[in-house]
């Protein structure tokens, strides 16, 4: 399985962004999607995650209300909508992918993923 994030780039406080996450490989498993990210000097931490079926969804506290998981399984696409960004999310964002049995679980724990993609920047300026 590949995974190739896009979408990032630079935008001011309070602006938008939408980063896609387009997989491709042996994407007949169902499989559940997470984003992590990177600031610079520091460890990668959660996001977002969203279960095969996309009626369960999970958010990191520090984005929770602003930002949004989705996905088009017809696609093979998982997206993240940021709204109302703060410096704070400038970062490294990755894409993650693992199999599963269950339609409805999602994860959030970096070990629970087998496929990472590349990862996209997105930079807030102040």
């Known amino acids: 399985v590949q995974l190739q994030a896009s979408g990032g780039g630079l935008v001011q406080a309070g602006g938008s962004l939408r980063l896609s996450c387009a997989v491709s490989g042996r994407t007949f498993s169902p499989y559940a999607m997470g984003w992590f990210r990177q600031a610079p000097g520091k460890e990668r931490e959660f996001v977002a995650a969203?279960?095969?079926?996309?009626?369960?969804?999970y958010y990191a506290d520090s984005v929770k209300g602003r930002f949004t998981i989705s996905r088009d399984n017809a696609e093979n696409t998982v997206f993240l909508l940021m709204n109302s960004l703060k410096p704070e999310d400038t970062a490294v964002y990755y894409c993650a992918a693992r199999s599963t049995y269950y339609s409805s679980s999602y994860y959030y724990r970096e070990y629970e993923y087998n496929y990472w993609g590349q990862g996209t920047l997105v930079t807030v300026s102040s």
């Open positions: 969203i279960s095969w079926s996309g009626d369960s969804a």
